[in-house]
């Protein structure tokens, strides 16, 4: 019987950074502890790390007041980083001056910033797989590691 976890979420919307700059701090804390992943956030020297500290606060405060609200036993020690992302927003068209009195086109690009953090499942709730049997050592695996051990006792001798 599967017991479906609670997900808690955030969302920073139209933040004026490339989506692929954003996720290489997200990709940071993806799957960490919130704690560890805070501490990690107030440590990184990218310009977009404040914004996603300020996101994954969120989402723990959301958890703890929704958790009240609907009565849910929550641990919040227990609480991880489930989903980091970064979509992209709309795309501002600007205009750079170039030479001869022409004009070059670019495009500044804005970011959704999603987070989403739940509670780790605990390991009583996790079945092991009891049909899994140990792997077997293959034959030359089994030689070289009795070739390893006559060495040492050669070396040992000597």
Do not use: C, W
């Not at 019987?1 to 979420?9: G, N």
């Not at 993806?30 to 790390?49: C, H, N, P, S, Y």
């Not at 992302?85 to 030479?99: D, F, Q, S, T, V």
């Not at 690009?109 to 509670?119: D, G, K, M, N, Q």
């Amino acid at each position: 019987m599967a017991v479906e976890t609670q997900e808690f979420r955030a969302e920073a919307r139209f933040q004026r950074i490339s989506p692929q700059k954003a996720r290489l701090v997200l990709n940071l804390v993806k799957g960490l502890g919130v704690q560890k992943a805070l501490e990690t956030l107030a440590f990184t020297k990218k310009r977009i790390a404040p914004v996603v500290h300020k996101v994954l606060t969120s989402a723990l405060d959301n958890a703890k007041y929704l958790s009240d609200e609907r009565g849910l036993d929550l641990d919040v020690d227990n609480l991880y980083v489930k989903l980091a992302i970064a979509n992209e927003g709309p795309r501002m068209k600007r205009i750079r001056p170039a030479p001869m009195g022409r004009a070059f086109r670019y495009q500044r690009r804005l970011t959704h910033i999603i987070v989403s953090v739940a509670e780790r499942p605990a390991e009583a709730e996790v079945a092991p797989k009891s049909d899994s049997k140990p792997k077997r050592a293959t034959k030359a695996v089994r030689q070289a590691a009795e070739k390893a051990k006559a060495a040492a006792k050669a070396k040992a001798a000597a």
